[in-house]
Every structure is written in C-alpha cells, then in structure tokens.
C-alpha cells in the first residue's frame, strides 16, 4: 500500500476521530442515529412516525427486519401479526406472534387494511439503498469553506453537560439517598433532637467531601480545556505565519469532519507555506453499491443492479468528488495554502505475484482560486478535472487506467 507522506488517517463513515494534544479517540455513530447493544446483538432502532409501527434491523447478522404493528384492535384482527423484511425477497413476509405464516387470505387483508403502512415501508427501504449511492454521487457539492477565524476555530467549548459542582445540592441528593436507605423504625428515631443533629453531621461530611472531589475533577477539567485551547491558539498563529510543521499540526486537529461514503486513506504532507500534497487511498469499484431501488406505481419495491456502465460512471464521481472535497478541507483550514496536488490511488492484484499493488488513476493540481469558481452542483467531477493541470487515462465509459502521479505541487 502506497505511503509516499508522514501523516495517514483513515476516514471511516460514521466514525469521527478526535485529535488533540492530548492524543486520538474515536466515536461511532453518525448523527441522528440511534445503535443499541443487547445480549443478542447489535440493533438500529427506528420507526414510522405517526403509523403505530416500530421496527428494529439487526446489524450484525443476516439483515432481515422485524417489525411489530402494536395496534391488534384494527379491523377483525385480534392476534398480534410480525412483518419481516426479506432481503432475499426485497420484501415483506408476514408471520403470526407463535411463528407460524399467515394464509393467502389473511396476507392479502393485512396488505390490503395496511396497504398505506407497507409503502411507507418500501418508501423509507427504497431510501435507505439508494442513499448509499447518492452519497457518493454528491460529495463535490458538499465542499468545506473557508473558516472566518483561526481563533475562533481554536477555542473549545466546555461540554455542556459540565456544571460547576453546587455544594446545597449534593447535599440534599445524599440526604435523600440516605434516608431512604433507613428502616421505619430508624426514621422515627430521627425524631429526637440528638440523632437528627448526629445523621445531619454524616451528611454534611459526606457531602462536603463529595463536594471537594467534585470541584477537583471540574477544575482539572476547565483547566485541561483552557490548556488545550492554549496550545490550540499558539498553532494558529504559527499558522498564519506559514510554518508548514505547524499547518500539518493544526490541520489534524479537524480531521474528525471528514465524512468520506466509503472507508477510506488519507496520507498527506504540507510542503510550504502554500503548497501541500495528499493521497487518496480510493475504494475498489466493487465497494459502489451496485442495487438502486425505486417504488412501482402498484405499491412494490424494486430492486435491481445498475448497468455496467451507470455503475462505472458512480464510481467515478466518487473518485473524482473525493478529490475536490478533500481539496477543499485543506483550504478551508489552512488560509495560507494556495495549491494542493490530491492523486487517487486503489490497489488492483499483480496476476504475476497474485499480490495486491497499487495503481494510481489520476493526479490533480488544484489551486484554491480556480475550485472556488466552479459551480460544483452543475459539474460532472472527472470533466473538471479539466480545469487544472491533471494526470489522468481514462475511456469514455470510466475505465481508468494506471498513471504516473506528480510527486510535487
């Protein structure tokens, strides 16, 4: 696998990566999903909104789709009824609560009763599988802009969850706690003047010990945020005066905003003030999705595989959108950069060794001025490349084949 520069990251969709003085963490999940662990397994959560049905999908094992209709006092159907997803099918199959499939009468009344309940379910399936390729297709027309201010980017905000720990409050919350705990007959001794005053003077210790801890952790949190932002601030400036080992310093930092469709590698290396290159390590054109689904005017879902040539040209706006939109990340965060040459690289299998190598399919030149210009919702990404000096062999039909790429700007 091809490592021509010092910094590598691996973009993965849905994971975001944190990097800090401090060192890199990572979290899972993009935004607005909802993922549970059980003992059975990993399961996305999620519903149709105002129908009655909720339905979970597992993750982790065959596809297949379960979902429960919680309203049994509809029509004459009194025995609760579970709608699986089929993926074999592309559809849906219907089983009674023991397990056992319903008649061809009772199928046709359940589709017939809940026929507008079923299309809101191959409405939400057909979005769900064509949202992979789209994804793909329109990643040139979300590309970062420019920040406003290096400052501003630099500063971090407390979580706002983190409140300045209130001794009155621990307090009450472990005189609650406690008291609960006592049995009736240790609550009536709480009566008597003595024992109230001795059961109030636990607490006090408690809580203020509590309290001391608390307000410890919370200024070495504050404290850890203003370091941060410290040592966040000192890189911007070093930015702005264009010194390159701190443009690749900050530049990391920002990092988790990528959101590549697709797992994929970065590597790259800020070579001046105004000139950086970055590979990107593309995925494999059996990685695109092949299937796209539409809703028939019966009331069906259809599934079938693009053509060839469709599913060619997919991969190619992915190749070539990844181009400009990791262009444009390096843009948008490093003000003084000028020129960035991206070259997009996959690995294809040596039929001499039987070994993967890699293979470069294009090699790009993209300067600031020139990106920002083009109307990137109206173009085709791999006819812009036309706009810049470039690299690139490739058929009509979006066979690419291997190229030499620049080894500088």
């Not at 890199?24 to 993009?30: F, K, L």
């Not at 406003?148 to 407390?158: D, F, G, V």
Request: glycine letters at 4%; proline letters at 4%; one cysteine or more.
């Amino acid at each position: 696998m091809s490592f021509r520069f010092q910094k590598r990251v691996r973009v993965a969709p849905g994971v975001r990566l944190n990097f800090s003085k401090r060192g890199i963490s990572t979290s899972v999940g993009r935004r607005g999903a909802s993922v549970t662990m059980g003992r059975k397994g990993l399961y996305g959560n999620a519903g149709l909104p105002g129908t009655g049905i909720s339905y979970r999908t597992k993750l982790d094992k065959n596809g297949k789709r379960r979902v429960t209709q919680s309203n049994t006092n509809r029509g004459s159907h009194t025995q609760p009824v579970e709608l699986i997803w089929d993926e074999e099918l592309q559809d849906v199959r219907f089983e009674k609560s023991d397990g056992k499939p319903l008649t061809e009468q009772e199928e046709r009344k359940v589709r017939r009763e809940y026929k507008n309940y079923l299309l809101d379910i191959y409405k939400e399936k057909e979005t769900e599988i064509n949202s992979h390729t789209e994804r793909l297709l329109d990643l040139h027309h979300n590309l970062f802009q420019p920040i406003e201010s290096l400052e501003e980017a630099a500063r971090i905000s407390p979580d706002p969850l983190l409140n300045k720990p209130d001794e009155d409050d621990i307090y009450q919350k472990l005189h609650d706690a406690e008291k609960s705990e006592l049995t009736f007959f240790q609550k009536l001794i709480l009566f008597f003047p003595a024992k109230r005053k001795a059961f109030k003077e636990k607490i006090r210790k408690l809580a203020e010990n509590d309290f001391e801890e608390a307000l410890r952790e919370y200024n070495e949190e504050i404290a850890s945020i203003q370091q941060e932002t410290d040592f966040r601030l000192g890189l911007a400036k070093k930015v702005k005066e264009g010194l390159p080992e701190a443009m690749e310093e900050w530049v990391s930092l920002f990092l988790d905003e990528l959101d590549f469709p697709l797992e994929t590698d970065v590597d790259f290396k800020i070579s001046s003030s105004t000139c950086a290159l970055a590979d990107i390590n593309l995925p494999k054109l059996e990685e695109v999705p092949l299937q796209e689904a539409r809703v028939l005017k019966s009331g069906k879902l259809k599934v079938e595989n693009k053509t060839h040539r469709d599913h060619r040209e997919h991969y190619a706006l992915m190749a070539g959108g990844s181009a400009f939109y990791l262009a444009s990340f390096f843009f948008a965060y490093l003000p003084p950069l000028q020129t960035i040459t991206i070259s997009g690289y996959n690995q294809i299998v040596d039929p001499a060794t039987g070994h993967e190598e890699d293979q470069y399919i294009y090699s790009l030149k993209i300067d600031r001025e020139t990106l920002y210009s083009l109307k990137m919702k109206k173009v085709h990404p791999i006819m812009a490349f036309d706009n810049f000096e470039k690299r690139l062999n490739a058929t009509k039909t979006y066979i690419f084949k291997e190229i030499k790429p620049f080894t500088s700007v």
